[in-house]
Nanobody, 124 residues
Framework: QVQLVESGGGLVQPGGSLRLSCAAS????????IGWFRQAPGKEREGVSC????????YYADSVKGRFTISRDNAKNTLYLQMNSLKPEDTGVYYC?????????????????WGQGTQVSVSS
């Protein structure tokens, strides 16, 4: 069974940067889809960015395009999200998630393996 553990969250000022990491362990099968999702209190969980093993293609939500970059280090079995020019509306709990075998759309319902989340707070 795959285990996903996020880290790197924290409190930053608007305009600042943060890099999130998601370490995968305890799983030998390759996943096809992996990505980042976020959720603020009272709001629905939403897809932020996804990357696909099949062809390396990526997806970004319109709200983060040009500011966030998803990447992976296959040797370290780790996924990253570089977040620049952070805004207060980026605040929330960020989760990484994976789906095996298929290239899933970057929506929460399409993913079935989830990390515990890491808090990102953007405030002055």
């Amino acid at each position: 069974q795959v285990q996903l553990v996020e880290s790197g969250g924290g409190l930053v000022q608007p305009g600042g940067s943060l890099r999130l990491s998601c370490a995968a362990s305890g799983f030998t099968l390759t996943y096809y889809s992996i990505g980042w999702f976020r959720q603020a209190p009272g709001k629905e969980r939403e897809g932020v960015s996804c990357i696909y093993n099949s062809d390396g293609s990526t997806y970004y939500a319109d709200s983060v395009k040009g500011r966030f970059t998803i990447s992976r280090d296959n040797a370290k079995n780790t996924l990253y999200l570089q977040m620049n020019s952070l805004k207060p509306e980026d605040t929330g709990v960020y989760y990484c998630a994976a789906r095996l075998r298929v290239q899933a759309p970057c929506v929460p319902s399409a993913f079935d393996h989830w990390g515990q989340g890491t808090q990102v707070s953007v405030s002055s």
